[in-house]
């Protein structure tokens, strides 16, 4: 293994398949996107979030465009950023400018793309919500849990790592009518990531 940055610190990372010499790299200790394009070992450094401050928790990219990037971000309780609690940043641009969609301000467990880059799902402490536009809207889906860990969107079915209450699926996640149905509930243990394809599927414990 060598390292390659930047600052031989590790981040959330993604590849252009059809660039292989283009990497970016986003820190997860502060808002500060790293490009290195044309298979040189220069990085450029992007500091142009609209936040002051915040910790993101996952970087997503469109899977039919590359150039589209989405960052959820937190402010954790406000040490970072007083002005918000958890934003959606998005980027049309490969991170050369960002913009905040119109979600609730919130913290941001997870965010989840699916295949066409048009539909979003995004993951609260307790909720889901989803959008159908890339993220200019957002709707709430029925069912609350005390928390949850982790999600898994497998075609259009949603997998929730809930903890200590197991692992649930949201049966059409995007069809607008999608309600939780528990899969396993662990005994004396929670589940914490969960991963998977329409063959198998993996849940964490701890």
Known sequence: WDSVG????NGLMTFDPKNPNSMTVLSRENPSLFRKENGTDTWHEYRNFPVLGGLPKTMVVDPT????????????????????????????DGGKTWRT?????????????DESGQKLVAISNNEVYVSLDKGMNWEKLSGWWPYLNDAELVNNDLYLSAGIQGVYVLKDVFSGSATSQELFQPSGISTKDILGNQDILNASTF
């Open 6 to 9: 930047p600052y031989s610190n």
């Open 65 to 92: 465009n590359k150039q589209n990037i989405y960052v959820p971000i937190n402010s954790s309780g406000g040490w970072e950023d007083p002005t918000y609690i958890g934003k959606i940043l998005a980027s049309k």
């Open 101 to 113: 969609l119109p979600f609730p301000d919130i913290d941001i467990s997870d965010l989840i793309i």
